[in-house]
């Protein structure tokens, strides 16, 4: 375990934007992970996969990547297993470990870049699936006095693209591991979005759960940029949800206005197609911009700076405000 001084974050976000860390050290146990934090006086960054942050200048303080590892069996009968899972392992290594076991529950989160620690941080989310669907703990250290948290899943106050570790507790926990409970019985989730159709165009209509996740990447790979070849953090923008009177107000306007009704009567509009009405779908500012698939996701084709890609976001505000009074709020982590 060795601390680095004065290095470049650049391999690790993957906007690929260069900022320099004071120092940085990689973790791959909790002993390590305590006597670093014993020690520490810095303000700290703790880093999984770099996939859901904007580094908007250098960071003046102590990073640690999280590189702790582990999938260990906890309990398993006919129908179920429960796995307890180290935060450093990466999700969708993780998700075809769970594939190739035939363990269901996360095929539809295939593909999402980062961390099984971060997956709880945002509840990581896509095709109708929400990590915290299958989150039943998560393991944190408190990191002003090092003690060991088990929160369980209701003590997460998950809800879109939130958690208590965003919000009311958010800078005070290490996630350190994540416990999962995954059905060996399929019970599969097709109907959101393109799956059934990409499906339907294999020939495949009885699936198993590795067709659902072979579909869900086909999809995925066509929209998305991949981060190793265009910079980029995924949504940058969380959907916007609002009252069914809004709602009503932008389709009086734009009939074809994508939305969805949410369980307590309100209105999920598309951010991306909000976007893209404001005229940004595919615009580059010189090196960085408006992906052109899919205006929700902002662009670092090489050399961008952190704070243009932070000033780009309030353009993009501003103007989904004054065209349509929503006020779109950020999912990227600003650093
Ligand atoms: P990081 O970016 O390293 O960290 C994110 C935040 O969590 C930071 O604030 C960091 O300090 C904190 N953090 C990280 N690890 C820990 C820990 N162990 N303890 C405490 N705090 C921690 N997200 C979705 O929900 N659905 C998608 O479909 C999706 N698609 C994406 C597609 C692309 C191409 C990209 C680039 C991103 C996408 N994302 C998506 C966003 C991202 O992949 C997820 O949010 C992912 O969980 C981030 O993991 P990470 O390890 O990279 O986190
Ligand atoms: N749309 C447009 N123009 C665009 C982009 C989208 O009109 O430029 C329209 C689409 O035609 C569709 C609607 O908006 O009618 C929704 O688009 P899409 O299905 O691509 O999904 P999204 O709402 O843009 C969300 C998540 C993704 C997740 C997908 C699939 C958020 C903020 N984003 O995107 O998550 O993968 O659904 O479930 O909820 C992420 O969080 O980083 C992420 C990529």
Redesign the pocket.
């Known amino acids: 375990m060795k601390i680095q001084q004065s290095i470049s974050l650049k391999a ?4 690929g934007i260069d900022v320099k860390a004071q120092k940085f050290v990689e973790v791959t146990d909790q002993s390590q992970l305590k006597s670093i934090l014993e020690k520490n006086t810095l303000s700290l ?9 904007l580094l908007t200048k250098d960071f003046d303080g102590l990073v640690i990547k ?1 590189n ?1 590892k582990g999938i260990d069996i906890v309990v398993e009968d006919n129908d179920s297993v429960t796995l307890k899972v180290g ?2 392992e990466n ?1 969708h290594r993780f998700v075809m470990y769970c594939i190739d076991n035939n363990y269901c529950g996360v095929e539809n ?1 295939s ?9 709880p ?7 109708g699936v ?2 915290k669907d299958v989150i039943t703990k998560v393991e ?1 250290i408190n990191l002003k006095d090092f003690s060991v948290k088990e929160f369980e899943n209701q003590e997460c106050d998950f809800g879109y ?1 939130t958690s208590v ?2 919000t009311s507790e958010k800078g005070n ?4 591991a994540v416990t999962f409970k995954l059905s060996k019985h399929p019970k599969l989730n097709t109907s959101y979005g393109a799956i059934d159709n990409e499906l339907k165009e294999k020939g495949i209509t009885n699936p198993n759960i590795k067709e659902v996740s072979d579909a869900v990447i086909a999809i ?1 790979k066509n929209k ?4 190793a070849q265009i910079g ?4 940058f923008f969380k959907n916007p949800v609002v009252t069914e009177g809004v709602k009503n107000t932008i389709l009086q306007n734009f009939e074809n206005a994508p939305n969805y009704q949410q369980p307590d009567g309100s209105y999920k509009m598309a951010a991306g197609w909000l976007i893209e009405q404001c005229g940004w779908k595919g615009k580059m500012i010189g090196n960085y911009g408006v992906h052109d698939k899919q205006a929700l ?1 902002l662009v670092n084709h090489g050399g961008a700076k952190g704070s243009e890609i932070f000033q780009l976001s309030e353009d993009i505000i501003s103007s989904v405000q004054q065209k349509f009074n929503i006020t779109l709020e950020r ?3 600003i ?1």
């Open positions: 690790y976000n993957t906007f960054l703790i880093l999984g996969g770099g996939s859901n942050l999280n702790i935060a450093g999700w989160l593909l999402i870049p980062g961390n099984v620690g971060a997956s941080m945002q509840n990581i989310g896509a095709y929400e990590v944190a693209r570790f965003k926990y290490f996630i350190s995925r998305l940029p991949d981060p980029n953090s995924g949504s996701v999912e990227v982590n650093i």
